[in-house]
């Protein structure tokens, strides 16, 4: 069981936006920011959204993010193929003094 | 380029001990913090242990605290992760992540650099 909660699953047709949630608590998301990351199918996860709402440098602006109280969301608008993928949020635990993560979203652009 | 490369993975009976090493390159390896991940076949991922750069801070997972230690050699550029007391579900792929190289309002600087990961398989 995840400390974070995700859906475990999520699609939509290309050129679509589609919206993955992410719930934490007080001690998580209620305090600290969240942070989004994306796995390709064998590959290692790559940062995709950092403090919320900030893409490193090279992430479209199809993806977007934002937090409100103990929850977050990610955004990605203009679907691709290429967009299939797992989606984890995380975020620093106070209580835990560690990096929890949600259980993953898989993506699946029909 | 950022580059991160485990090594040292590989099939140990239960109870049994493993080291794992990264080799760093691209950055100054000493200015950052530094993180084990781990994600077991199939699943999410899951937060393993933390070291700041001076190796002066170390935070660790409920479910490896007293069988993992993490460390450092800021001279090699190089993290560990020496695992001991082995059980069936640390049968997973460990990644190294580097963090510390985005400001964070929280203070906590995200993993922005992964590593490939190495697969541990703990199996009799």
């Known amino acids: 069981q995840s400390v974070l909660t995700q859906p475990p699953s999520a699609s939509e047709t290309p050129g679509q936006r589609v919206t993955i949630s992410c719930s934490g608590s007080?001690?998580?998301?209620?305090?600290?920011?969240v942070n989004w990351y994306q796995q390709l199918p064998g590959t290692a996860p790559k940062l995709l959204i950092y403090s919320n709402n900030q893409r490193p440098s090279g992430v479209p602006d199809r993806f977007s993010g934002s937090k409100s109280g103990t929850s977050a969301s990610l955004a990605i608008s203009g679907l691709q193929s290429e967009d299939e993928a797992d989606f984890y949020c995380?975020?620093?635990?106070?209580?835990?003094?560690?990096?929890?993560f949600g259980g993953g979203t898989k993506l699946t652009v029909l | 380029e950022v580059q991160l490369v485990e090594s040292g993975g590989g099939l140990v009976q239960p109870g049994g001990s493993l080291r794992l090493s990264c080799a760093a390159s691209?950055?100054?390896?000493?200015?950052?913090?530094m993180n084990w991940v781990r994600q077991a076949p199939g699943k999410g991922l899951e937060w393993v242990s933390y070291i700041s750069s001076s190796s002066s801070t170390i935070y660790n997972a409920d479910s490896v605290k007293g069988r993992f230690t993490i460390s450092r050699d800021n001279a090699k550029n190089s993290l560990y992760l020496q695992m001991n007391s082995l059980r069936d579900e640390d049968t997973a792929v460990y990644y190294c992540?580097?963090?510390?190289?985005?400001?964070?309002?929280?203070?906590?600087?995200?993993?922005?650099?992964w590593g490939q990961g190495t697969l541990v398989t703990v199996s009799s």
């Open positions: 995380a975020a620093w635990d106070d209580g835990l003094n560690g990096w929890v």
């Open positions: 992540a580097r963090s510390g190289g985005y400001y964070d309002s929280s203070g906590y600087s995200p993993l922005d650099n």
């Open positions: 007080s001690s998580n998301i209620g305090s600290n920011t």
């Open positions: 691209g950055f100054t390896f000493s200015s950052y913090s």
